[in-house]
């Protein structure tokens, strides 16, 4: 006959890490110290751009931009109120400085050369991209590019080119706006090499470009499309070359179209060839 067995305490037991006390301090701790990393001093600033005023955190923008934070780096003082209009005889009386810049709706920073939908866009973008489902449309990430630039935030920037540029069927041919991402990228100091599919597009579709299109692009940018386009022409009016011992391009006419239309527009804006591609043709095999 077999002893039986004491039941065994199946109790999950926490890591030192996880106990009860965790967090709590001992009798024989250390006086807590600052995390290096995870404690923040920064102020509540406030900013006026047009007539809305905004109230937030400095550390996103001073992390982010060179430009915000040698602004939260200089010292804050008061800034001197205009003299008052009648002062005691005995001359005694003084104006009460006005608060620091940026400390209250009375006296903000003011913020020029960017639009309140970029600046909203930008606060959005920091205290919400992190969250599952953030999107933005289109237009609000150019405005996000624009803010980035004027501001210099290396990483926004990056991230609004992205998804300007790259962004499923952006520079597709039958895009509904192509013009507005050469203009958006030249605006913005884009390479040119980031738009190389939609002026590809722009040079081989057969319809000219409209007076619309024309008044919003640059002189440079239609004198471009206009000597690209007239090149693409010519080059395309005969059938399509057949090198000796190679088979027939991939994607038919329109695939040596499409190279035709790129390798034009690479020779005209310079954009260097970063990397070979497969060619269009398909060698064939004995």
């Known amino acids: 006959m ?112 960017v639009t309140e939908h970029e600046f ?39 991230r609004a080119v992205r998804e300007v540029f790259a962004a499923p069927g952006a520079q597709a041919p039958d895009a509904p ?17 980031t738009v190389l599919p939609a002026l590809a597009a722009l040079v081989a579709r057969p319809a000219p470009l409209s007076e619309a299109e024309v008044a919003r692009s640059t002189a440079l940018t239609v004198s471009r499309l206009a000597a690209a386009r007239e090149e693409f022409v010519r080059r395309t009016a005969g059938p399509a070359p057949q090198p000796l011992g190679l088979a027939p391009w991939l994607g038919g006419e329109r695939g040596w179209k499409e190279d035709a239309a790129r390798e034009i527009v690479r020779k005209i804006w310079v954009i260097p060839d970063e990397k070979p591609r497969p060619s269009g043709r398909r060698i064939t095999t004995m």
């Open 2 to 113: 077999m002893a039986a067995v004491p039941p065994q305490d199946t109790t999950p037991t926490l890591p030192k890490d996880m106990s009860a006390s965790k967090g709590e301090p001992s009798a024989l701790a250390q006086p807590a110290t600052r995390h290096d990393e995870f404690y923040f001093t920064d102020e509540m600033t406030v900013f006026q751009v047009g007539d809305r005023l905004f109230r937030v955190h400095q550390h996103f923008l001073a992390e982010n931009s060179l430009v915000f934070s040698s602004m939260f780096s200089l010292p804050r003082v008061p800034v001197p109120a205009p003299a008052a209009a009648s002062t005691s005889p005995d001359g005694s009386a003084a104006p009460t400085p006005a608060p620091p810049e940026g400390t209250s709706d009375a006296n903000p920073i003011l913020l020029s050369g």
């Open 120 to 158: 909203e866009t930008l606060l959005r973008y920091f205290y919400k991209s992190m969250h599952d489902g953030f999107a933005l449309p289109q237009a609000s990430w150019i405005a996000l590019l624009s803010i980035a630039h004027h501001f210099d935030f290396p990483n926004v920037r990056a």
């Open 177 to 193: 706006d192509l013009l507005l991402l050469v203009a958006v990228a030249e605006r913005y100091d884009v390479p040119p090499g």
